[in-house]
């Protein structure tokens, strides 16, 4: 159904983007040109075959408007509904059921919606009204449907903008000194990239809690990857493209607009497509480095391309501990005979002469045990907390809890999984993952041979 709506709207986007009344020449627009743009709008990647503010007239541009906020929007709230979904329902144990246990369960999808449309156009509005503010004295009524215009595509990081009537090399190149421009741009950008999901979990662990005095709560292990993800990626951005474009596309710039305009590059590279400089005058490295950056994206569950950051963050970790790993067994090899992982190999050269070499301990054992051990401790655990949540004479924040602990329980039997896949997939023999509150254990079993 999911894909349907979105065939449904690019075919719509399509067909009005394709009328005279949507160009500026009054003429047909070309239905290929059409759909690719409606296709681009609608899946918000920014890619377009004409200037968006001189072909198409206010009609098409409110269509490509309409267009982002549904493809953005759309995307968000179907990301962040099966991510919780996922996390109440399923996830324990067979993702594939996802659909199944929907309709059994308590989650209010229809007020999750509600909230995330909410989010959505609340800040919106707020990045517009900070926009207008530089942008209506300058240039009118155009600049106020510009602001608008801005913040819904960087909200949803669709990187379409009108800004070509502002004069220089790029649509914001006259603002690389203005930070109530460019920051504002930034944070709309970065807080679609982020996701609902993260910001849900912050108001409700950080904010909430002191606003009523409560404990203030540690957050979920996927909002802190998320967060700490971002914040090193826009940080690396950042230096480096102020080390590399100081004396090239910034050099007339000063020292803060340098700083100002590599910030805000770091964070277009990644998931938007704005840009304060011209983009093909930049350093190979720079544009080596972008791409990196755009490789990565945003946050699951947020407006935002990529890989994503979990993702990336998850493959760094695995690749460091099959490292750790493989260094580990090198030095048992070295300093006590022959290991692989947890088991030992004893050669009969190593016995007496005649007698038989002794069996070792069978490696599958281990990660098999491991395996049924953590099961039979989650399964206890998501018992006792069911338990928990069917106590009519709970307190509300006993139920919360509760819930709260399924949930996170959910996540790293899921995160467990797919590192114990891609591990596996690389070719070796055998991996098992422990997730906690604090750390992520990650045993892998060399390839055969």
Same mark, same amino acid.
């Given at each position: 159904?999911?894909?349907?709506?979105?065939?449904i709207?690019?075919f719509?986007?399509?067909?009005?983007?394709?009328?005279?009344i949507?160009?500026?020449?009054?003429?047909?627009?070309?239905p290929?040109?059409?759909?690719?743009?409606?296709?681009?709008?609608?899946?918000?990647?920014?890619?377009?075959?004409y200037?968006?503010?001189i072909h198409?007239?206010?009609?098409?541009?409110?269509?490509?408007?309409?267009?982002?906020?549904?493809?953005g929007?759309?995307?968000?709230?179907?990301?962040?509904?099966?991510?919780l979904?996922?996390?109440?329902?399923?996830? !324990?144990?067979?993702?594939?059921?996802?659909?199944?246990?929907?309709?059994?369960?308590?989650?209010?999808?229809?007020?999750?919606?509600?909230?995330?449309?909410?989010?959505?156009f609340?800040?919106?509005?707020?990045?517009?009204?900070?926009?207008?503010?530089?942008?209506?004295?300058?240039?009118?009524?155009?600049?106020?449907?510009?602001?608008?215009?801005?913040?819904?595509?960087?909200?949803?990081?669709?990187?379409?903008?009108?800004?070509s009537?502002?004069?220089?090399?790029?649509?914001?190149?006259?603002?690389?000194?203005?930070?109530?421009?460019?920051?504002?741009?930034?944070?709309?950008?970065?807080?679609?990239?982020?996701?609902?999901?993260?910001?849900?979990? !912050?108001?409700?662990?950080?904010?909430?809690?002191?606003?009523?005095?409560?404990?203030?709560?540690?957050?979920?292990?996927?909002?802190?990857?998320?967060?700490?993800?971002s914040?090193?990626?826009l940080?690396?951005?950042?230096?480096?493209?102020?080390?590399?474009?100081?004396?090239?596309?910034?050099?007339?710039?000063?020292?803060?607009e340098?700083?100002?305009?590599?910030?805000?590059q770091?964070?277009?590279?990644?998931?938007?497509?704005?840009?304060?400089?011209?983009?093909?005058?930049?350093?190979?490295?720079a544009?080596?480095?972008?791409?990196?950056?755009?490789?990565?994206?945003?946050?699951?569950?947020?407006t935002?391309?990529g890989?994503?950051?979990?993702?990336?963050?998850?493959?760094?970790l695995v690749?460091?501990?099959?490292?750790?790993?493989?260094?580990?067994?090198?030095?048992?090899?070295?300093?006590?005979?022959?290991?692989?992982?947890?088991?030992?190999?004893?050669?009969?050269?190593?016995?007496?002469?005649?007698?038989?070499?002794?069996?070792?301990?069978?490696?599958?054992?281990?990660?098999?045990?491991?395996?049924?051990?953590?099961?039979?401790?989650r399964?206890?655990?998501?018992?006792?907390?069911?338990?928990?949540?069917?106590?009519?004479?709970?307190?509300?924040?006993?139920?919360?809890?509760?819930?709260?602990?399924?949930?996170?329980?959910?996540?790293?039997?899921?995160?467990?999984s797919?590192?114990?896949?891609?591990?596996?997939?690389?070719?070796?023999?055998?991996?098992?993952?422990?997730m906690?509150?604090?750390?992520?254990?990650?045993?892998?079993?060399?390839?055969?041979?």
């Amino acid at each position: 159904m999911f894909v349907v709506s979105f065939v449904i709207l690019i075919f719509i986007g399509t067909v009005l983007l394709t009328l005279p009344i949507s160009a500026k020449s009054g003429r047909f627009t070309n239905p290929v040109d059409a759909l690719f743009t409606a296709t681009s709008a609608a899946c918000v990647t920014g890619l377009s075959v004409y200037d968006t503010f001189i072909h198409w007239s206010y009609f098409g541009q409110g269509v490509l408007l309409v267009l982002i906020q549904c493809g953005g929007l759309g995307l968000a709230a179907f990301a962040t509904g099966l991510t919780l979904l996922v996390r109440r329902r399923i996830g !324990i144990r067979h993702l594939v059921l996802a659909r199944e246990s929907a309709g059994g369960s308590n989650l209010d999808v229809i007020s999750l919606l509600r909230i995330v449309v909410a989010f959505t156009f609340a800040v919106e509005a707020l990045g517009a009204l900070l926009l207008m503010a530089r942008f209506v004295p300058l240039y009118g009524g155009l600049g106020a449907w510009a602001s608008v215009f801005v913040s819904v595509s960087a909200f949803c990081n669709a990187g379409f903008d009108i800004l070509s009537f502002i004069p220089g090399n790029s649509s914001l190149s006259a603002f690389n000194g203005d930070p109530l421009v460019t920051l504002t741009i930034s944070m709309l950008i970065i807080i679609g990239s982020t996701g609902f999901v993260v910001f849900q979990d !912050i108001y409700r662990k950080k904010v909430s809690t002191r606003l009523h005095r409560q404990h203030v709560e540690k957050l979920s292990f996927h909002a802190q990857v998320c967060l700490r993800a971002s914040l090193t990626l826009l940080v690396f951005g950042t230096v480096m493209l102020f080390i590399l474009e100081y004396n090239n596309t910034y050099r007339d710039l000063n020292f803060f607009e340098k700083l100002n305009a590599a910030f805000f590059q770091s964070v277009n590279t990644r998931t938007a497509g704005f840009a304060s400089v011209s983009i093909k005058q930049e350093t190979d490295g720079a544009k080596l480095l972008t791409s990196f950056l755009m490789f990565i994206g945003g946050c699951p569950g947020s407006t935002a391309g990529g890989i994503k950051t979990v993702a990336a963050a998850v493959l760094l970790l695995v690749c460091a501990a099959v490292y750790m790993n493989w260094r580990y067994t090198d030095d048992i090899q070295k300093n006590a005979g022959k290991t692989l992982g947890q088991t030992t190999l004893v050669s009969s050269q190593d016995g007496e002469e005649g007698t038989e070499p002794t069996a070792a301990p069978a490696e599958d054992d281990y990660f098999a045990t491991a395996r049924l051990s953590r099961k039979q401790a989650r399964d206890n655990a998501i018992s006792m907390l069911k338990e928990a949540e069917r106590d009519e004479n709970a307190q509300q924040s006993v139920l919360n809890e509760a819930s709260q602990t399924l949930q996170v329980l959910a996540a790293y039997t899921v995160a467990e999984s797919q590192i114990e896949s891609l591990v596996t997939a690389k070719g070796y023999a055998d991996c098992v993952v422990f997730m906690g509150a604090e750390s992520v254990s990650v045993v892998v079993a060399p390839p055969e041979g």
